[in-house]
């Protein structure tokens, strides 16, 4: 059963990139519409080429003036976006989506994206001035050094699952170890 579903995948991927072949040699063409553009950054996302897809998708804003009231458009944004950390960019197209279609068929997705994006950016920010607190005043730090700790494991873990997983688990790791019982 897993061999059919990773070859499944791989056909996908394989007609995924004949359509963003086909897609390329059109622009190439100057066929150059929004749609096409729009069209060609979806597919880049389905392949996980983030850069190409960015790339596509500021062209489709340059072409189309009114970008914003397209919600699948602003949601693919605000995952490219949310790939590279850019949490308050992709919080603004993803807020968008909700407040042009707040029926949007995957808007559980959206809420969950936002509510990562927030979770990160106010550990970041609490991890920020605890460092701070203790350069600056030397004196202990009104949480312990154990929830530091996992704040900033879960912060790892949040930000580096497909990049950097060894890191997040050795963070883990230290923290069962050293957790106080």
Not at 19 to 33: I, M
Not at 54 to 61: H, R, V
Not at 127 to 138: G, H
Request: with cysteine; hydrophobic share 35%; aromatic share 12%.
């Amino acid at each position: 059963k897993q061999w059919y579903q990773r070859r499944v995948r791989e056909e996908e991927r394989c007609y995924l990139s004949q359509a963003t072949c086909r897609l390329e040699k059109l622009v190439q063409q100057h066929y150059n519409t929004a749609e096409l553009f729009c069209q060609l950054g979806h597919f880049h996302l389905l392949l996980e080429d983030y850069d190409k897809a960015m790339s596509a998708y500021q062209e489709y804003i340059t072409l189309q003036p009114e970008h914003w009231k397209n919600p699948a458009f602003s949601v693919r944004l605000g995952l490219v976006y949310f790939h590279f950390n850019a949490f308050q960019w992709a919080t603004k197209a993803l807020q968008q989506v909700l407040y042009i279609d707040p029926g949007f068929s995957r808007k559980n997705e959206v809420h969950i994206r936002l509510a990562i994006m927030f979770k990160i950016r106010t550990i970041s920010t609490l991890l920020s001035s605890t460092s701070t607190w203790r350069c600056v005043t030397r004196a202990p730090v009104p949480e312990s050094d154990w929830t530091i700790k996992f704040t900033s494991g879960t912060c790892t873990k949040c930000r580096t699952t497909s990049t950097r997983p060894g890191r997040c688990t050795k963070l883990y790791s230290l923290l069962t170890s050293s957790h106080p019982r």
